[in-house]
């Protein structure tokens, strides 16, 4: 069993110890603020129930998941033991270079300190660091004990022995590491989701489609798919002979598509009330949160069928 510091117990904080204490881990909690980590437990504890009746527990008990998660006011004790530290505290790099300074002189010296920042390259918070060639990104989509893709992102500096950990550390929790090469901001799912959401913009502003529309393309065509599988399988799947007759078949199609959308739309602009109205026609701002706790639930039987399907269909 190995001993993980979650340094920062939000949203994020609290998803890893809930991801890392189902895999066996011994997980401790820190936060700046002293009751965070007891709210975290207070989430973690109501969150088990429903993750053990989906069979998200690895066979475990609620109860032997929440005894695995400990509370520890003190940074240093918290990171004493650990063989891997991972970083939640709030998107400022500043605030990301301090504590990086902190726990680089604190965690024992093969320790694995990973970051769970959105954005933030590695390279501008670790630069000056002793221990830099141990410090990376390990950035989840939230939540991570419900969608299993991480990004593993290192720095210039990063040793690939440590990138390595952090890969097989992922892939015994269960979890799905992309691993990448070097550090690009955006990093590989928000540039995919960008160019996503800039064309979707782009559909509305243009008078094209609703959002409504565009989001049907989505939830009822492309994700279907790609809810098992990415956008390369998909096209070897795609045309008899797979990924080369797909590129000779349909590339002249996107290649007369790619100059039309080389344009810009401000986000923020007169499209976003066009979206707006819509999306308040569909979702009152009163219920924003009653269909948070459905999107969650619907994860969580996605997730579970997925695990099913992929035993009983093959991955
Ligand atoms: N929320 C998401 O969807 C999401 C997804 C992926 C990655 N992230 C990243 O995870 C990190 C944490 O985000 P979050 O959504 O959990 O935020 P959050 O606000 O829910 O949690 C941040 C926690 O950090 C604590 N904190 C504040 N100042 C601190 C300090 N100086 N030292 C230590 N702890 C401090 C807060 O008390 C809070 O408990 C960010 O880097 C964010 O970009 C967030």
Same mark, same amino acid.
């Given at each position: 069993m190995t001993k993980v510091a979650i340094v920062g117990s939000g949203f994020i904080g609290r998803a890893w110890a809930i991801t890392f204490a189902r895999a066996g881990h011994q997980v401790t909690l820190w936060d700046a603020f002293k009751d965070a980590p007891g709210r975290?437990?207070?989430?973690?504890?109501?969150?088990?129930?429903?993750?053990?009746?989906?069979g998200l527990l690895n066979g475990r008990t609620p109860e032997a998941v929440l005894a695995d998660i400990s509370i520890e006011d003190d940074l240093e004790a918290a990171v004493a033991g650990a063989?891997?530290?991972?970083?939640?505290?709030?998107?400022q790099v500043e605030l990301k270079r301090t504590i990086f300074a902190k726990l680089d002189a604190l965690a024992p010296e093969d320790a694995v300190i990973a970051s769970s920042t959105s954005a933030i390259l590695p390279s501008t918070f670790t630069?000056?660091?002793? /221990?830099?060639?141990?410090?990376?990104?390990?950035?989840?989509?939230?939540?991570?004990?419900?969608?299993?893709?991480?990004?593993?992102?290192?720095?210039?500096w990063t040793s690939p022995e440590v990138v390595e950990r952090a890969r097989a550390f992922l892939v015994a929790a269960g979890q799905?590491?992309?691993?990448?090469?070097r550090e690009l901001d955006g990093f590989i799912m928000n540039r995919m989701q960008g160019a996503l959401l800039e064309e979707a913009f782009r559909l509305v502003a243009d008078g094209f489609a609703s959002a409504e529309d565009v989001d049907i393309g989505i939830r009822e065509g492309l994700a279907l798919r790609w809810s098992f599988m990415g956008p390369f399988e998909t096209i070897d799947l795609n045309a008899p002979a797979g990924v080369r007759d797909y590129v000779e078949r349909?590339? /002249?199609?996107?290649?007369?598509l790619w100059g039309q959308m080389q344009r810009r739309v401000d986000w923020g602009g007169p499209v976003l009330d066009d979206i707006e109205r819509d999306r308040r026609a569909k979702l009152k701002e009163a219920d924003l949160v009653k269909r948070q706790l459905w999107r969650d639930r619907r994860?969580?039987?996605l997730a579970a069928h997925k695990?099913?399907?992929a035993g009983d269909i093959g991955e």
């Amino acid at each position: 069993m190995t001993k993980v510091a979650i340094v920062g117990s939000g949203f994020i904080g609290r998803a890893w110890a809930i991801t890392f204490a189902r895999a066996g881990h011994q997980v401790t909690l820190w936060d700046a603020f002293k009751d965070a980590p007891g709210r975290a437990i207070d989430f973690i504890r109501d969150a088990l129930p429903e993750l053990a009746a989906n069979g998200l527990l690895n066979g475990r008990t609620p109860e032997a998941v929440l005894a695995d998660i400990s509370i520890e006011d003190d940074l240093e004790a918290a990171v004493a033991g650990a063989a891997h530290v991972q970083e939640s505290t709030p998107e400022q790099v500043e605030l990301k270079r301090t504590i990086f300074a902190k726990l680089d002189a604190l965690a024992p010296e093969d320790a694995v300190i990973a970051s769970s920042t959105s954005a933030i390259l590695p390279s501008t918070f670790t630069a000056t660091l002793k /221990g830099r060639h141990r410090c990376l990104v390990i950035h989840p989509i939230n939540p991570p004990y419900l969608i299993p893709a991480a990004e593993v992102v290192p720095a210039p500096w990063t040793s690939p022995e440590v990138v390595e950990r952090a890969r097989a550390f992922l892939v015994a929790a269960g979890q799905a590491p992309i691993v990448m090469k070097r550090e690009l901001d955006g990093f590989i799912m928000n540039r995919m989701q960008g160019a996503l959401l800039e064309e979707a913009f782009r559909l509305v502003a243009d008078g094209f489609a609703s959002a409504e529309d565009v989001d049907i393309g989505i939830r009822e065509g492309l994700a279907l798919r790609w809810s098992f599988m990415g956008p390369f399988e998909t096209i070897d799947l795609n045309a008899p002979a797979g990924v080369r007759d797909y590129v000779e078949r349909y590339q /002249g199609l996107y290649v007369n598509l790619w100059g039309q959308m080389q344009r810009r739309v401000d986000w923020g602009g007169p499209v976003l009330d066009d979206i707006e109205r819509d999306r308040r026609a569909k979702l009152k701002e009163a219920d924003l949160v009653k269909r948070q706790l459905w999107r969650d639930r619907r994860l969580m039987a996605l997730a579970a069928h997925k695990r099913r399907a992929a035993g009983d269909i093959g991955e």
